[in-house]
Every structure is written in structure tokens, then in C-alpha cells.
């Protein structure tokens, strides 16, 4: 096997990044952007490959966002693994990290939320009252910034994928949102880079969410009671070992509004706890 060594650009500031890109786009390249909060999987590589697909320039961004983490949240024990990124990021020929420091991204004095006002308070965000205002946030910050041609986010987040949709087209943000599918553990669960917070036990429990969430679509689809099902899938997380589960919902996959009957484009989504670790998913049904 070649081991393929690439020459990575890491840059800091929003002048820098500025730079590099008005400069690309000079030369007619078309620019395709990542943003990450680092603690790199087959998840974040996944979107990385669409971005060298769809653009001349790929750039990721790290960078770990406490206005998205509640106060009870694991801001400070969140992955930080940055040469291991770094490293990830060369063998896969990104070009560039933008790798912004916090005092950068929010400076002194800073005072603007971005909020979307509908999407921002179901799902996850009923139980994270914050953390999509964090979110938009932040992605319009690093969208006025780097303005790329291309923004690549994950299905995984899906919730956040429909947040930054709405949020370019309310704000007429000149770029193109593409998404990628759930990169998935050969059990199903879903890469996470949460997942290094689970014991060897709590990944086993893990792995049941996506096939609870599958078990909900497969009954769904038979035309069982929309709320029962959801109800007895809680029940069954629970018993299989999850601390609390925050919600299984059966919602329309572009308004995310829940649904007691089956439409044409539907989703049913997950949150749950196992110890202080939080995961989340979705499919579609
Ligand atoms: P994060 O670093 O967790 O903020 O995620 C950065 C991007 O990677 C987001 O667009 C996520 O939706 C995406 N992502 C995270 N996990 C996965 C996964 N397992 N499969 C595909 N995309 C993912």
C-alpha cells in the first residue's frame, strides 16, 4: 500500500482563511467545506471525501463550540485530539484546517445569536434549550468567514442539518448545503466522537438505538400506532440498559413536526443517555 503524504495548510484567523480563499477563488477553484468539532471518525472522512468530490479546495474546520454545550454539559471533557486530526486530515488530502482559537471566534464583547425560531425547539433542542442557538451561530459565523462554494454536514445530525438549511436561505448565504448519510459501526450504531466515552458494556448498549429506531420504522410502515410504538421503544431502551431517554419521535423530515401518520418523506428520531454519554439518531422510515 502507498502511503500518499499531503501538505496541509493549518491557519488560525479569520484573515488568513479570508485570504487563502479569495485566492483560490482567483484561480476559478471551487471551495468545499467541513466544519467539525475535531475527534475525527469514518463519520467526519466520510463528508471530507464529498468535499474533495464536489470542490477543488477542501477545508475542515476544528473547532469545539461551548455556546452549543449547556453548563451541565461535557464542554471540557469533549475530545480534543488534534494531532491525531491533523493526522487524519494529510491522509486524506484536505488542504486546508482552519483551526480558530475561542477568544478569535468569540471575542470580548461578542453578543450576537443566531436563532431558528421553529426548528430550534423541538427534538434535541426541547431538551438542550441552548444548543441550537450555539449551533446556528456558529455555522453562520464560519459560513460569512470562509465562503465556501460547497458546505458539507452529516444526516446524523439531522435536526442541525434542517436548522442550517433554513438558516442559509432566511439569510441568503451564498452556498451550497450538501448532506451526507450516517456513516455507521458494523453493529449500526453510529460514529460519534462521543462514542470514546462509552465502556466496553455501555457500546453494547449503544448499538440498540439504531435497532430500536429500526424496529419503530419496521412497525410504523405496518401501520401500528405511531405513539404506542414510540412509547414501548422508550420502554425498551430502558430495559436494555440506557440511563434515560430523552425522546423517540416520528417526524416530517423537512418541517420535523411530529407525525401520527406516515407521510411521504418521514423520519423517526432518537436521543438517549447511557451514564453522562448523550447519543442521538435517525432514519428514515
Ligand atoms: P461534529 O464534529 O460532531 O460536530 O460533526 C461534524 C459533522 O460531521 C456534522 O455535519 C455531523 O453531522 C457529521 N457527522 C458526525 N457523525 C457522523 C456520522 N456517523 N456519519 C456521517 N456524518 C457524521
Same mark, same amino acid.
Given at each position: 500500500?502507498?502511503?500518499?503524504?499531503?501538505?496541509?495548510?493549518?491557519?488560525?484567523?479569520?484573515?488568513?482563511?479570508?485570504?487563502?480563499?479569495?485566492?483560490?477563488?482567483?484561480?476559478?477553484?471551487?471551495?468545499?467545506?467541513?466544519?467539525?468539532?475535531?475527534?475525527?471518525?469514518?463519520?467526519?472522512?466520510?463528508?471530507?471525501?464529498?468535499?474533495?468530490?464536489?470542490?477543488?479546495?477542501?477545508?475542515?474546520?476544528?473547532?469545539?463550540?461551548?455556546?452549543?454545550?449547556?453548563?451541565?454539559?461535557?464542554?471540557?471533557?469533549?475530545?480534543?485530539? @488534534?494531532?491525531?486530526?491533523?493526522?487524519? #486530515?494529510?491522509?486524506? /488530502?484536505? $488542504? &486546508?484546517?482552519?483551526?480558530?482559537? %475561542?477568544?478569535?471566534?468569540?471575542?470580548?464583547?461578542?453578543?450576537?445569536?443566531?436563532?431558528?425560531?421553529?426548528?430550534?425547539?423541538?427534538?434535541?433542542?426541547?431538551?438542550?434549550?441552548?444548543?441550537?442557538?450555539?449551533?446556528?451561530?456558529?455555522?453562520?459565523?464560519?459560513?460569512?468567514?470562509?465562503?465556501?462554494?460547497?458546505?458539507?454536514?452529516?444526516?446524523?445530525?439531522?435536526?442541525?442539518?434542517?436548522?442550517?438549511?433554513?438558516?442559509?436561505?432566511?439569510?441568503?448565504?451564498?452556498?451550497?448545503?450538501?448532506?451526507?448519510?450516517?456513516?455507521?459501526?458494523?453493529?449500526?450504531?453510529?460514529?460519534?466522537?462521543?462514542?470514546?466515552?462509552?465502556?466496553?458494556?455501555?457500546?453494547?448498549?449503544?448499538?440498540?438505538?439504531?435497532? @430500536?429506531?429500526?424496529?419503530?420504522?419496521? #412497525?410504523?410502515?405496518? /401501520?401500528? $400506532? &405511531?405513539?404506542?410504538?414510540?412509547? %414501548?421503544?422508550?420502554?425498551?431502551?430502558?430495559?436494555?440498559?440506557?440511563?434515560?431517554?430523552?425522546?423517540?419521535?416520528?417526524?416530517?423530515?423537512?418541517?420535523?413536526?411530529?407525525?401520527?401518520?406516515?407521510?411521504?418523506?418521514?423520519?423517526?428520531?432518537?436521543?438517549?443517555?447511557?451514564?453522562?454519554?448523550?447519543?442521538?439518531?435517525?432514519?428514515?422510515?
Amino acid at each position: 500500500m502507498t502511503f500518499i503524504s499531503h501538505c496541509l495548510d493549518i491557519v488560525s484567523s479569520v484573515n488568513e482563511i479570508r485570504d487563502k480563499v479569495l485566492s483560490a477563488k482567483k484561480k476559478n477553484k471551487k471551495i468545499a467545506f467541513v466544519p467539525t468539532m475535531g475527534g475525527l471518525h469514518k463519520g467526519h472522512l466520510s463528508l471530507i471525501r464529498k468535499s474533495k468530490l464536489v470542490g477543488d479546495v477542501s477545508i475542515v474546520s476544528i473547532f469545539v463550540n461551548p455556546m452549543q454545550f449547556g453548563p451541565a454539559e461535557d464542554y471540557s471533557v469533549y475530545p480534543r485530539e @488534534e494531532e491525531k486530526d491533523i493526522k487524519l #486530515l494529510e491522509d486524506n /488530502g484536505v $488542504n &486546508i484546517l482552519y483551526f480558530p482559537d %475561542k477568544d478569535s471566534i468569540y471575542p470580548k464583547n461578542f453578543q450576537t445569536e443566531v436563532s431558528v425560531k421553529k426548528i430550534e425547539n423541538t427534538l434535541c433542542g426541547k431538551f438542550r434549550p441552548s444548543h441550537f442557538k450555539g449551533v446556528a451561530t456558529i455555522v453562520t459565523k464560519l459560513l460569512i468567514q470562509v465562503m465556501p462554494d460547497y458546505a458539507i454536514f452529516g444526516e446524523k445530525d439531522y435536526q442541525q442539518l434542517v436548522l442550517i438549511n433554513q438558516l442559509v436561505s432566511d439569510l441568503n448565504i451564498p452556498v451550497k448545503v450538501i448532506s451526507c448519510p450516517t456513516i455507521r459501526e458494523d453493529d449500526g450504531l453510529a460514529f460519534s466522537s462521543r462514542n470514546t466515552f462509552l465502556s466496553e458494556d455501555g457500546r453494547y448498549i449503544a448499538s440498540n438505538l439504531y435497532s @430500536e429506531l429500526l424496529n419503530v420504522a419496521d #412497525l410504523v410502515r405496518r /401501520g401500528g $400506532n &405511531i405513539s404506542n410504538i414510540c412509547e %414501548k421503544a422508550v420502554q425498551n431502551l430502558l430495559d436494555i440498559g440506557f440511563s434515560s431517554v430523552d425522546y423517540i419521535e416520528v417526524c416530517d423530515a423537512i418541517s420535523l413536526k411530529k407525525l401520527d401518520k406516515i407521510e411521504d418523506n418521514t423520519r423517526v428520531f432518537g436521543a438517549a443517555y447511557i451514564g453522562n454519554t448523550r447519543i442521538i439518531d435517525n432514519i428514515i422510515i
